[in-house]
Structure formats: structure tokens, C-alpha cells
């Protein structure tokens, strides 16, 4: 079954991972800006950073017939750092037209200071003066709540904010509802220890229904799974749900979601595609 | 939305019964483990007195998860002053300061 993972870090991983999320049906990645796992020492890094993400890993990808696309940003894990968040903030204007860059993201919180609130809020500020989708990180573990009650408040002060095109991601059973009733799309990453099982996703699923929800790896340098997206779909026939519902989470939402960005190529499946399968 | 499962609740246990019941014995031989170290640990740390309270949660019926989630999250609704670490500990801290 073809699908979408649309939180893959792939500048972490190698070609090797690559090749198996096309084995596995995987069509295209969007890769948010990310911490490297330790601390850039300054703003130039990021242009590199940057320059990876929107030339390096497209070509990279390419290779295996899989189209990768981008978020920019600075990332929750270094926004405490105000003054390099500013000086990182300062480059991503100048590769937002770039062919590849489908929004700002992924913004949020890690710790939950009044600094990444702060940057945090800036940067919704400007995806929105520029016309972009967000893609928003909540924390993890104990500040997930938390994390994910002050993002969606900072969002819900924009009053121009278009919800439908913001993704609220790493949601949780006790934050998917929070995500959702305020008309924002919800994320359901697949990662071991940190975020929720491919078992707890198809939970969510049958709780909550498929509206407004997409899964994705979250695949970077820590303990994680490239593949991750083919997992839930097994547990989903594992749950003997219907092809067209798994077709629904994995390909149909994230590309009524993504192609909101005009340079997001897939189209949706036409209606008869689906009787037929 | 039907909230259901598809399945039947002979075949819930029939799919998920085994992979649970090596996670209950995993969390068996975790806190046997954590005796053998040193059987007073858990009540000095935060983090294993929430793991304490989770066990209880998962008793008392339906609703289980997000019990235990409210359990091991941050109540508090103002922001850090300032930044302590870059990682999440997994429960939180109650004594904390700040």
C-alpha cells in the first residue's frame, strides 16, 4: 500500500532506510528541521542544515522514487537559545521558495520556558506573514499536556491563523481531543518509549475516527523505525479494519493535508481507485 | 465514529494476550530488580512513586490510559523561568522548586 510519512528526519538515516520504505510502499517524506542531538555552535550551521534539507536529501531520495519535502525552522530543542533563534529565524525567509519547502516546522516546545515560548511564537508569526503551513512539535512525557496546552493557545491568539492548514504532532490520547476540537490536524508519531506504539494509534483511531489524523515514523538519530508507518498498517489488518480506512490515515489525509502547499505534487487517489482496491 | 473494536473480545485476547503478558512480567522482573538493588528506592524517587500510582490506576477500570497520563504529567499551567534540561524525565518532579 502506497503512503506518506510525513515526519521522517532523513538526513539521520541511510540510503539503506530509504530503499525500505520504498520497498514498503512509501511515496513521499516531508522532513521537519530538527536538533542534531547536540547543540550547533552557531547560526551558520543551520544555513548548511538548511541547504541539506532542500538540496542533499530531495536528490537523495529521488533515487529511490520517494519525493521529499521540507520544513523549515529553528527547532524547539534550541529555541531556549534567543539569541541564536533570532539569527536563525533571520535565514529561513530566503529559502522559503525554494521547490521543496512545503512550510515552518517544526516549531513548539521542549521544556516549556518562556523563552521557546517566545521563539515559538515568532515563528508562527512568521509562517504567518508568509503565507506558510506550520508543523508544530509538542513536548514529550511529562510536559506533553502541558507543552501542547500553551502551543494551542499561542496559535488560537492568532485570529488569522487558517487551523486546517496547521498540524498539531506527537499527539496522545490525553492530547488528541485538545488538538482536534480546536480544528487543527493531529500527528501520531510511531517511536518506541517516547511517543505511542502502532497498537495506541490504531486505538486513537477507533476512538477518535480517521478526520484530521495522520500517522508518521518520526524515524531520526535516537531509537526509531524508518518503517514505522507499514507497522500500523499491519496492526490495522491485524484489527481487521477495511483497506480503504487504512488507505484513508496513510495516504489520503496526509495528502488532503499537505497539498494545501501548491508544491506538494501527489494528488488524491480518485474515488473509483479506491472501490478498486 | 463506532468506537469499538472490530474485534471481538475473545479475539482481543487471542491477538494482544502473549505480547501482554510479557510486558506484565517485564514490569514484574523491573520492580523485583529494583528490590534486589534496594527495596526503599521507590519511595525516594518521584519518578518510581508515580510508577507506584500508574500500577494502582490500571485496577480501577476503563480509562486507564489517560489516568495514568494525568498521573505522570506536569499539572502546573506556568512556563519554566528558565531552562533546566533538555530531556523530559517521564513523571514529574512534585517537590521540584521553580
Given amino acids: 500500500m502506497q503512503y506518506i510519512d510525513h515526519h521522517a528526519h532523513m538526513v539521520s538515516r541511510t540510503t539503506d532506510d ?26 551558520d550551521g543551520f544555513d548548511d542544515y538548511f ?40 535565514r529561513i525567509p530566503k529559502f522559503l521558495d525554494r521547490p521543496t519547502v512545503i512550510g515552518i516546522g517544526e516549531i513548539g516546545l521542549n521544556r516549556v520556558t518562556r523563552n521557546e515560548i517566545a521563539t515559538y511564537t515568532e515563528q508562527v508569526e512568521l509562517a504567518i506573514a508568509h503565507g506558510q503551513m506550520i508543523l508544530i512539535h509538542t ?10 496546552r500553551i502551543s494551542i493557545d ?15 504532532d506527537h499527539a496522545e490520547e490525553h492530547t488528541l481531543p485538545l488538538i482536534l476540537d480546536q480544528g487543527y490536524w493531529a500527528g501520531l508519531t510511531l517511536y518506541p518509549n517516547t511517543k505511542v506504539s502502532a497498537a495506541r494509534a490504531v486505538d486513537m483511531i477507533e476512538r477518535f475516527g480517521p478526520e ?52 506538494f505534487k501527489i494528488r488524491p487517489r480518485l474515488a473509483r481507485e479506491g472501490a478498486l482496491a | ?48 512513586q ?4 500508574a500500577l494502582a490506576a490500571i485496577s480501577a477500570g476503563s480509562g486507564r490510559l489517560e489516568r495514568i497520563q494525568l498521573l505522570l504529567s506536569d499539572p502546573t499551567t506556568e512556563p519554566l523561568g528558565a531552562l533546566d534540561r533538555k530531556s523530559a524525565f517521564g513523571a514529574y518532579d512534585k517537590g521540584r522548586k521553580g
Avoid at chain 1, 533515487?63 to 534567543?82: F, G
Avoid at chain 1, 480503504?244 to 490515515?249: A, N, P, Y
Avoid at chain 2, 508515580?50 to 500510582?53: D, G, K, L, S, V
Fill in chain 1, 18 to 43: 530509504y530503499q525500505q520504505m520504498a520497498l514498503t510502499g512509501c511515496v513521499a517524506v516531508t522532513e521537519p528541521a530538527f536538533w542534531a542531538g547536540w547543540d550547533r555552535s552557531g547560526a
Fill in chain 2, 50 to 53: 508515580a510508577f507506584t500510582e
Fill in chain 1, 154 to 168: 499561542v496559535l488560537n491568539s492568532f485570529p488569522t491563523i487558517e487551523r486546517e492548514r496547521v498540524m498539531v
Fill in chain 1, 212 to 263: 484530521r489524523i495522520c500517522v508518521a515514523g518520526a524515524c531520526d538519530w535516537g531509537p526509531s523505525d524508518a518503517i514505522a508507518v507499514p507497522r500500523f498498517i499491519f496492526e490495522m489488518r491485524r484489527r481487521r479494519h477495511s483497506e480503504d480506512l487504512i488507505r484513508r490515515v496513510v495516504f489520503d489525509n496526509p495528502v488532503q493535508f499537505l497539498s494545501q502547499s501548491p508544491k
Fill in chain 1, 139 to 148: 513536548p514529550h512525557l511529562e510536559d506533553k499536556l502541558k507543552g501542547t
Fill in chain 2, 1 to 48: 465514529m463506532d468506537s469499538r473494536s472490530p474485534l471481538s473480545p475473545k479475539e482481543v485476547v487471542d491477538e494482544y494476550f502473549i505480547e501482554n503478558r510479557t510486558r506484565l512480567l517485564e514490569i514484574a522482573a523491573f520492580l523485583d530488580r529494583l528490590d534486589r538493588a534496594d527495596a526503599a528506592y521507590s519511595s525516594r524517587d518521584f519518578r518510581m
Fill in chain 1, 51 to 90: 541547504r541539506q534539507l532542500t538540496e542533499f536529501e530531495p536528490a537523495r531520495a529521488a533515487q529511490y522514487r520517494i519525493q521529499h519535502y521540507t520544513w523549515m525552522a529553528m527547532n524547539p530543542k534550541e529555541a531556549d537559545d534567543r539569541e541564536l533563534s533570532r539569527a536563525v529565524l533571520a
